[in-house]
């Protein structure tokens, strides 16, 4: 039996999948609030060009530039698809598993696929640097790698509670050449107004979000990039799952349930919504599942109209949202931790096309499930990761018990090399 594809060079999918045509009603466009000025006017000032008008686009293809496709290559693109057999085994299941690897990142995490394209098209508009925000730190990670190796300069401003304890991530941003610092900073106006009142501030997403967008806005040679939440992001992503459909025709096989786990959405979103589109333009039955956390259940929020980040600086989107000043609890999966959900994901939750799952705070239930993922498979997930693999699991277990032959696909988003301290805190282990 095998147990793992993967694709050629000369197979890389040339085109990103743009769902927006095929989706069962027009996508609310985001909006301005009733007060202050046209944030929607702003755009142009803060997003790179080219991401902007893929932002709207209406056409299902678009194409990839060859540099970046070269850029692909170098990441380690195409990746691998795994048939899970030792974890079925494992669990005693009459289901079948397999898994896409994106942990097979340079910088651990599936971002690198929407940093280079968008490092890329920002050196093409002339750009010498850009900005960020980072919680976790897997974008901010990704970003500086992608500027570093288009030539960009990178600033990345990192939510404090956060910078304060992940020293090997903060190495490995400088090491790549990025200017980091912890979030308020009194690098922004903005931030100033936090920090000086409370240099100590633990700092959220939001809040570095606006020191990011700030800091780009009052330097004409940056450009901010955003690494999850927007319609190009997840554009970007679909190489994930548009790779995975060619690697099931060759298995032979196809997905019954469709999992990842959900932050903003951009993973899960590049995994799912090529197999989206089979359901919407071709009859598919599939059954999709976001793992998220209780901390931050953002499907489960209001589907309305709110601010992507905490200054309110970004444009109104329509989205499945726990409000933009909401305080979430800290986990160990960071990257999951976002008041709100792409527009995308949230209108197809809407239309009744996507469950959700939200796992238990303490994380302990869904860790213990990723140690047996890794007894079984030996590859170490991201703590995001994590949540995919026991929503997996969970299904797997669900047809040890119904006795039905499931096909779940379910995504490892990145890899936890640098998240060992985590798992340990967690589990109790030395
Ligand atoms: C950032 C991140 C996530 C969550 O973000 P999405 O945009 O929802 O994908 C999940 N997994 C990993 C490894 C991440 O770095």
């Excluded at 450009?223 to 790779?243: A, F, K």
């Excluded at 792409?342 to 239309?351: E, N």
Aim: with cysteine; aromatic share 12%; glycine share 8%.
């Amino acid at each position: 039996m095998k147990n793992m594809v993967n694709l050629n060079f000369d197979e890389l999918q040339v085109q990103w999948y743009n769902i927006i045509p095929d989706l069962p009603e027009p996508l609310p466009q985001p909006m301005d609030p009733k007060e202050g000025p046209s944030r929607l006017q702003n755009l142009p000032n803060l997003m790179i060009g080219e991401c902007l008008n893929q932002e709207f686009s209406n056409k299902t293809w678009i194409d990839i530039p060859g540099g970046i496709l070269d850029l692909y290559s170098r990441a380690g693109r195409p990746r691998p698809l795994f048939r899970a057999t030792s974890l079925e085994k494992k669990l005693d299941t009459p289901a079948r598993l397999y898994y896409k690897s994106e942990f097979f990142s340079p910088t651990g995490s599936h971002k690198v696929n929407t940093a280079l394209a968008q490092c890329w098209y920002a050196k093409q508009q002339g750009f010498e640097r850009v900005t960020t925000e980072t919680g976790a730190g897997q974008w901010g990670t990704a970003l500086s790698y992608a500027a570093a190796i288009t030539g960009l300069k990178c600033t990345v401003f990192w939510v404090r509670s956060v910078y304060n304890w992940k020293k090997d991530r903060l190495s490995f941003m400088k090491l790549l050449g990025a200017d980091v610092f912890a979030s308020p900073s009194p690098m922004t106006e903005f931030g100033r107004s936090l920090y000086e009142k409370n240099p100590e501030h633990v700092g959220s997403l939001g809040i570095a979000i606006s020191e990011g967008m700030e800091d780009s806005q009052k330097d004409p040679k940056a450009t901010y990039c955003l690494g999850s939440v927007l319609n190009h992001v997840l554009m970007h992503q679909t190489i994930i799952g548009l790779e995975t459909k060619k690697q099931f025709e060759i298995f032979d096989d196809y997905p019954d349930i469709v999992i990842s786990c959900l932050g903003g959405g951009s993973n899960f979103g590049g995994f799912a919504l090529p197999f989206m589109g089979d359901v919407l333009k071709k009859g598919k039955k599939i059954k999709f599942i976001a793992a998220q956390s209780q901390a931050a259940p953002n499907l489960q929020g209001n589907y309305e109209y709110d601010f992507a980040d905490y200054a309110e600086i970004t444009p109104m989107l329509k989205m499945y949202t726990l409000g933009h000043k909401v305080d979430m609890e800290p986990i160990k999966g960071d990257g999951l931790r976002y008041h709100g959900s792409s527009p995308i994901i949230s209108l197809l939750r809407h239309k009744g096309l996507i469950d959700t799952v939200a796992y238990p705070i303490d994380e302990k239930y869904v860790f213990e499930k990723a140690k047996i993922f890794m007894e079984a498979e030996g590859w170490l997930p991201a703590p995001e990761s994590a949540y995919s693999v026991c929503c997996a699991i969970d299904e797997a277990i669900k047809c040890r018990e119904s006795g039905e032959k499931k096909v779940i696909a379910f995504n490892i988003s990145g890899h936890g090399f640098l998240d060992i301290y985590g798992y340990r805190t967690i589990l109790g282990i030395e």
